[in-house]
C-alpha cells in the first residue's frame, strides 16, 4: 500500500510560513507531481512527507496511520534527489544493495534483490563499474535501484533529473514513466519543469506561494485552469490572457470585437491558448492585429502578433505558414476553448 494524506500541514521557520495549510490524498499507486515556481514550497513539502523536516502543525497519514512525528526510517519511503550521492569507492553493485547490506538483509536476498532491480532499470552491463565510470543518467538509475531494492511505500523525487542534460532528460523521463508502470508504486516527484510535470503526472499539484493553487490531471489543468496563475504557468508558450468586459451572454474584448459568454459571473480576463487561434483576414474574427515576430519550429511556427491595446498575442500556425513581420491579419478564436477570469482571478 502506499496512501498518503496531508491534512492542514504547515511549516514555519521563526514567524516565516512557508507552507501555509495544505490538504491533499494521495491514492495508492499514484504519480503525484508537485509543480511551480521557484521558492513555491515544493522540496519543502516533499522533505516535510519524508521526515527530512518537521511539520510544525497539521497531520501526515500514511496507510492510515499517523506519521507526523515518525523518523525517516520507520516511514517506509525512499527519496531520490537531484545529487545521486553514490559512494564513489563502491560497484554499482555495491551501491544499490548497501542498504540491505547494513539492515542485515542474507546474502542471497540482497543479491536477488539487487538483480531484480538491475534488471528494471537495465542496469547489468554496469554492476561492477565504479559511480565515476557511468553517465549522469547511468548514476541517477543506481540512486533510483537504491531505492527500488528497499520496496519502499512510495518514493520521493526531489527534482532528480535537473542535473542532466536537455536529451538525457528526455530519456529518463521516459525511464522514469516506464518504472512507474512497472512497478505500480506511488511516487511524489518535484519538478520546476512543466513538460515533466505535464508528462509523467496522473495528477499535478501546482503550488504557489506555499498553498495549492490548483489539483488535478494535466488535462483538467491545461483546459479549465481554475485561476490566471495556474493559466499562465501550464502550457508552454503560455496562455494568451486579454483584458474584456461582460454583459449577460456576450463579452467584449477592450478595444476589440467580442462573442458569446456562458460564464456566471462577470469576467475582465479573456484566456485563449495559441493553438485555438485561426488567423482570419483583417476585419474578421475577435480582433485585429501585426504580425512582430514568426518563431519557426519545424512542424509550427509561433507568431507573436501585435494586437494594440490588447498586448501581443502568441498564435500557434502550421511551420510553413507564409507570413512574417508587418502581416496585418485577423484573430478568430475557438469559443468552445475561451476560459474567462474574474477580478479576483479565479475561473468564471
Ligand atoms: P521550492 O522547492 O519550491 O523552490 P523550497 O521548498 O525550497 O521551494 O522553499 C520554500 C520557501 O521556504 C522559500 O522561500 C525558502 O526561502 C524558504 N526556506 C527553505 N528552507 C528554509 C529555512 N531553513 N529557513 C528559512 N526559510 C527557508
Known amino acids: 500500500m502506499g ?43 516533499l522533505r516535510m512527507i519524508g521526515g527530512l523536516e518537521d511539520i510544525s502543525r497539521g497531520v501526515l497519514r500514511i496507510d492510515g496511520r499517523d506519521a507526523t512525528a515518525e523518523p525517516p526510517s520507520k516511514r ?66 543506481v540512486a533510483i535501484g537504491r531505492c527500488i531494492v528497499r520496496d519502499p511505500t512510495a518514493f520521493l523525487f526531489d527534482e532528480p533529473l535537473s542535473n542532466l542534460d536537455a536529451a538525457l532528460r528526455v530519456e529518463m523521463r521516459y525511464e522514469i514513466a516506464k518504472l512507474h508502470q512497472s512497478l505500480k508504486s506511488t511516487m511524489i516527484y518535484v519538478t520546476h519543469d512543466q513538460v515533466e510535470a505535464m508528462t509523467l503526472a496522473d495528477r499535478i499539484v501546482v503550488l504557489e506561494f506555499g498553498k495549492i493553487a490548483q489539483v488535478g490531471t494535466p488535462r483538467e489543468l491545461y483546459e479549465r485552469p481554475a485561476n490566471l496563475f495556474v493559466a499562465q504557468f501550464i502550457g508552454s508558450p503560455k496562455m494568451n490572457i486579454l483584458p474584456c468586459s461582460t454583459s449577460g451572454a456576450s463579452y467584449t474584448l477592450d478595444g476589440g470585437r467580442g462573442g458569446s459568454f456562458g460564464g456566471s459571473a462577470p469576467a475582465v480576463h479573456l484566456g485563449i491558448r495559441p493553438e485555438h487561434i485561426a488567423l482570419v483576414e483583417a476585419g474578421q474574427g475577435q480582433c485585429d492585429g501585426t504580425v512582430d515576430v514568426v518563431e519557426y519550429l519545424g512542424a509550427d511556427s509561433y507568431l507573436v502578433i501585435d494586437c494594440g491595446s490588447l498586448g501581443k498575442l502568441t498564435q500557434r500556425s502550421s511551420g510553413d505558414v507564409d507570413l512574417g513581420p508587418g502581416n496585418r491579419v485577423g484573430l478568430a478564436f475557438d469559443e468552445s476553448r475561451l476560459s474567462f477570469f474574474g477580478e479576483d482571478g479565479l475561473r468564471v
Not at 542471497?108 to 557511468?134: F, Q, S, T
Request: with cysteine.
Open 76 to 141: 517506509g519511503l525512499a527519496m531520490v534527489f537531484q545529487s545521486y550521492a553514490l559512494y564513489p569507492h563502491m560497484s554499482v553493485r555495491d551501491n544499490v544493495g548497501f542498504s540491505l547490506k547494513t539492515s542485515g538483509v542474507p546474502k542471497e536476498e540482497i543479491a536477488r534483490k539487487v538483480d531484480a532491480a538491475a534488471e528494471v532499470l537495465k542496469l547489468g552491463p554496469y554492476m561492477d563499474r565504479r559511480p565515476k565510470d557511468l553517465s549522469g543518467g547511468q548514476r541517477q538509475r
Open 3 to 45: 496512501s498518503i494524506k496531508l491534512e492542514a500541514v504547515e511549516k514555519w521557520y521563526g514567524n516565516a510560513q512557508v507552507i501555509k495549510g495544505v490538504d491533499l490524498e494521495i491514492r495508492d499507486g499514484e504519480f503525484i507531481v508537485f509543480v511551480g515556481p521557484s521558492g513555491c514550497g515544493k522540496s519543502t513539502l
